[in-house]
């Protein structure tokens, strides 16, 4: 959870269970509450405490980015880091089904997945080794830990792809029917990332 001015804690507006909200009332005196739990266990009462949550800590910096710039369209881009390249070379294309756009080495792997990209990286390499492209520098990155990517797929196709990974000797982690619909599949690359099929139901969007 995120910390907010007064020290409390500020709900956890990146749960699929959270995403939908209805307010009671205007004005600063205004509340808010979950609409999408069973238990309503993530609940906002306090609109005051919301509505600084939402403006964040930099005055004008919204209505700035609003005034001055088109919306983002989607994500492009989504990085995980490994330190075997080889190994998550092979299993993002043998397991997952992925499309490899710039080969393997020792940096990184690239691959196409629908409309975005999945990036591959060697952590010890990128976080010391800077390298350009047509003279532009690309910052220096990496992470520690494992990280998370989930992929789209229709409610109806999760059951081929629980079979596919259950035939590639690969451990199905958990499973989720989330409560606003949809359903997601967590498993593991060699790297150890969570990895997840899921539904777009889980946040809203139509399959």
């Given at each position: 959870?995120?910390?907010?001015?007064?020290?409390?804690?500020?709900?956890?507006?990146?749960?699929?269970?959270?995403?939908?909200?209805r307010s009671h009332g205007s004005g600063s005196g205004?509340?808010?509450?979950?609409?999408?739990?069973?238990?309503?266990?993530?609940?906002?009462?306090?609109?005051?405490?919301?509505?600084?949550?939402?403006?964040?800590?930099?005055?004008?910096?919204?209505?700035?980015?609003?005034?001055?710039?088109?919306?983002?369209?989607?994500?492009?881009?989504?990085?995980?880091?490994?330190?075997?390249?080889?190994?998550?070379?092979?299993?993002?294309?043998?397991?997952?089904?992925?499309?490899?756009?710039?080969?393997?080495?020792?940096?990184?792997?690239?691959?196409?997945?629908?409309?975005?990209?999945?990036?591959?990286?060697?952590?010890?390499?990128?976080?010391?080794?800077?390298?350009?492209?047509?003279?532009?520098?690309?910052?220096?990155?990496?992470?520690?830990?494992?990280?998370h990517a989930a992929f789209a797929a229709r409610d109806?196709?999760?059951?081929?792809?629980?079979?596919?990974?259950?035939?590639?000797?690969?451990?199905?982690?958990?499973?989720?029917?989330?409560?606003?619909g949809g359903h997601s599949i967590y498993f593991r690359?060699?790297?150890?990332?969570?990895?997840?099929?899921?539904?777009?139901?889980?946040?809203?969007?139509?399959?």
């Amino acid at each position: 959870m995120n910390s907010g001015a007064d020290g409390e804690s500020c709900p956890p507006f990146s749960c699929p269970c959270t995403v939908e909200r209805r307010s009671h009332g205007s004005g600063s005196g205004a509340t808010w509450e979950d609409n999408g739990t069973a238990d309503g266990f993530f609940r906002r009462r306090d609109g005051r405490k919301l509505a600084r949550f939402l403006a964040g800590t930099s005055s004008g910096v919204r209505d700035e980015c609003r005034v001055h710039a088109p919306p983002l369209r989607r994500i492009l881009e989504t990085a995980l880091y490994c330190d075997d390249i080889a190994a998550a070379a092979k299993f993002y294309v043998e397991v997952i089904g992925l499309e490899v756009i710039v080969p393997p080495d020792r940096r990184q792997v690239f691959f196409r997945c629908g409309e975005g990209v999945l990036l591959i990286f060697d952590p010890r390499v990128t976080s010391v080794d800077p390298t350009s492209v047509n003279g532009g520098l690309i910052p220096l990155h990496g992470a520690s830990g494992h990280g998370h990517a989930a992929f789209a797929a229709r409610d109806d196709e999760l059951p081929a792809w629980r079979e596919r990974l259950e035939r590639a000797g690969v451990p199905i982690e958990s499973e989720v029917n989330w409560p606003r619909g949809g359903h997601s599949i967590y498993f593991r690359d060699p790297a150890g990332n969570s990895l997840e099929i899921a539904s777009p139901r889980i946040w809203g969007i139509p399959e």
